[in-house]
T-cell receptor
Framework: DQQVKQNSPSLSVQEGRISILNCDYT??????FLWYKKYPAEGPTFLIS?????DKNEDGRFTVFLNKSAKHLSLHIVPSQPGDSAVYFC???????????FGDGTTLTVKP | DAGVTQSPTHLIKTRGQQVTLRCSPK?????VSWYQQALGQGPQFIFQ???????QRGNFPDRFSGHQFPNYSSELNVNALLLGDSALYLC?????????????FGSGTQLSVL
């Protein structure tokens, strides 16, 4: 039973446009959510996070939205740049839980 | 400031063998977690070590074991290797007093079991 799902394996966007990556979760005990970006031959690197007490967090071109009632979060990248091309993982964590539960990732391709 | 380092980068083993992977956490971090990432999937939590003890474990068999040393570095051991153990093994470090902080990952060890 996969508790964190990223239903779109891939997404292709034109440079300068908005990229929207989606993530759904099933465990209502999750209270902290993170997005990581992964380039080939590198480990995932942290991008942005959001606590369950918020519905939006913004950091430069990156904004994460959380809809707790729908158990859904999304990552918006505006404007998208070719350097954003990578695999994006959504991760969730429960209160004081050591483990993070990851989705299977979405491969974003930003075309020049 | 050194980040998370893992060794070796790549490893090829045969079924039934044993393997040891190594990880040095980011400077200042005291907690090490191990993840397995199979092809096309997200990282799966194996276990977490803090104060030289296994604090939490994911759904992995006892063939997977670990150790944390006084300098916070860690090892992941896998016995009786199966073909299905072929994957990228990622080490992540964090600070125990900041559980909601981001994880810092190493570049991983790519294990191939033939």
């Amino acid at each position: 039973d996969q508790q964190v799902k990223q239903n779109s394996p891939s997404l292709s966007v034109q440079e300068g446009r908005i990229s929207i990556l989606n993530c759904d979760y099933t465990n209502s005990m999750f209270d902290y959510f993170l997005w990581y970006k992964k380039y080939p031959a590198e480990g995932p690197t942290f991008l942005i996070s959001i606590s369950s007490i918020k519905d939006k967090n913004e950091d430069g071109r990156f904004t994460v939205f959380l809809n707790k009632s729908a158990k859904h979060l999304s990552l918006h990248i505006v404007p998208s740049q070719p350097g954003d091309s990578a695999v994006y993982f959504c991760a969730a964590r429960g209160a004081n839980a050591g483990k993070s539960t990851f989705g299977d990732g979405t491969t974003l391709t930003v075309k020049p | 400031d050194a980040g998370v380092t893992q060794s070796p980068t790549h490893l090829i083993k045969t079924r039934g063998q044993q393997v040891t992977l190594r990880c040095s956490p980011k400077s200042g971090h005291d907690t090490v977690s191990w993840y397995q990432q199979a092809l096309g999937q997200g990282p799966q939590f194996i276990f977490q070590y803090y104060e030289e003890e296994e604090r939490q474990r994911g759904n992995f068999p006892d063939r997977f074991s670990g150790h944390q040393f006084p300098n916070y570095s860690s090892e992941l051991n896998v016995n009786a290797l199966l073909l299905g153990d072929s994957a990228l093994y990622l080490c992540a470090s964090s600070l125990q007093t900041a559980p909601n902080e981001k994880l810092f990952f190493g570049s991983g060890t790519q294990l191939s079991v033939l």
